[in-house]
């Protein structure tokens, strides 16, 4: 099946209130006449979401938040509610970021959310991936899928799956072709055939092209690359 593809940008925890220009930025460099085959979205930290929100609706880029609380509201001091994400003007949100989870965080948590996350009209991309040592134990598909079958709420069809192997993220370190196309194929066993599956890890220009062209994977969830607009488009263009 052919499945538009999605260009994600997480942009953690970096930028200051200029950055709401960024989506007009990227208009600039990638009308929308360019990208009518495929979905960009960005994730700002979630105080830039309700100042984003028109910009990225007249430019028809998607906004997502990075994160939400399992919980509908109450005494949870400094988080966000799935219902705040959705009404600030966002339709996505990441779950399970292994830079959260490395904090405690469970995939009953993550599943917890991801479920909050859909009750509220969000899409949730529900993230998943393997530590170097698992890798090198030669457990990253058993423990991939162990992480999906419990982060992933019972019951819940519509969502985007990302794997991200954390080895990969931030370091220049990208997985081989063949290692993508073989982990993607097992995630695809479990999540059917409707959910995009994104790759992320240390996704460049340079590489866009091999990656966004392996077997499987739907898209890319983009960190360092996707904080200039020059290389989320050059991304872009590669899918
Ligand atoms: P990098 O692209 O900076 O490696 O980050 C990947 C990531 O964690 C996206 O969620």
Request: one cysteine or more; glycine letters at 10%.
């Amino acid at each position: 099946m052919i499945m538009r593809p999605l260009i994600a940008g997480n942009w953690k925890m970096h930028g200051d209130m200029s950055w709401i220009e960024k989506p007009a930025q990227f208009d600039t460099l990638m009308p929308a006449t360019e990208r009518g085959h495929l979905d960009i979205l960005i994730c700002p930290p979630a105080l830039f979401i309700a100042p984003m929100a028109a910009s990225c609706f007249e430019t028809n880029i998607l906004l997502g938040a990075q994160n939400c609380h399992r919980a509908e509201s109450g005494a949870h001091t400094g988080e966000v509610s799935a219902g705040m994400v959705k009404s600030a003007g966002a339709d996505f949100v990441i779950v399970g970021h292994s830079e959260i989870r490395a904090g405690g965080e469970t995939d009953e948590d993550v599943a917890t959310k991801a479920m909050a996350a859909a009750k509220q009209g969000l899409m949730p991309i529900i993230c998943v991936g393997e530590s170097l040592d698992t890798r090198k134990d030669g457990q990253a598909e058993s423990v991939v899928s162990a992480q999906i079958k419990a982060s992933v709420p019972e019951g819940l069809t519509d969502y985007v799956l990302a794997y991200e192997p954390i080895w990969a993220i931030g370091t220049g370190m990208t997985a081989t072709a063949d290692d993508i196309k073989a982990m993607h194929a097992v995630i695809r066993e479990i999540v059917g055939p409707n959910v995009r599956i994104l790759y992320g890890g240390s996704v460049k220009p340079a590489n866009a092209k091999e990656i966004l062209g392996t077997e499987n994977v739907n898209g890319a969830l983009i960190g360092g690359a996707s904080l200039e607009m020059e290389s989320l488009a050059a991304i872009a263009r590669a899918a």
